[in-house]
């Protein structure tokens, strides 16, 4: 298994900007750059929905159409950390975001959340 901490909630003005940080660390008998992974958000009331993926090496990413244009997905390998920036925030986003990895099947790996919550 690998640990994944989430970083960077908090509360924000809609139109503002958050960073969040998903550091991952343990053995897993795999690099994590090999590691497909993901944030995903739930919000009050409503299912765990995906927000986005990327690919090991950084190369392919996959958004959810309600982030698309406002949030980017990085990784830095070399620190084992994976980035969300949102940017144009809504109230709708407002969520618990968690980051995952895809380690022996999807996203078998999760973190505890951070909260995000935007003030209308």
């Known amino acids: 298994q690998v640990q994944l901490v989430e970083s960077g909630g908090g509360l924000v003005q809609a139109g503002g900007s958050l960073r969040l940080s998903c550091a991952a660390s343990?053995?897993?008998?795999?690099?994590?750059?090999?590691?497909?992974m993901g944030w995903f958000r739930q919000a009050p009331g409503k299912e765990r929905e995906f927000v986005v993926s990327?690919?090991?090496?950084?190369?392919?990413?996959s958004y959810a159409d309600s982030v698309k244009g406002r949030f980017t997905i990085s990784r830095d390998n070399a620190k084992n950390t994976v980035y969300l920036q949102m940017n144009s925030l809504k109230f709708e986003d407002t969520a618990v975001y968690y980051c995952?990895?895809?380690?022996?099947?999807?996203?078998?790996?999760w973190g505890q959340g951070t909260q995000v919550t935007v003030s209308s």
């Open positions: 343990g053995r897993t008998g795999r690099t994590f750059s090999s590691l497909g």
């Open positions: 995952a990895a895809s380690v022996s099947r999807a996203y078998d790996s």
């Open positions: 990327i690919s090991g090496s950084g190369a392919r990413t």
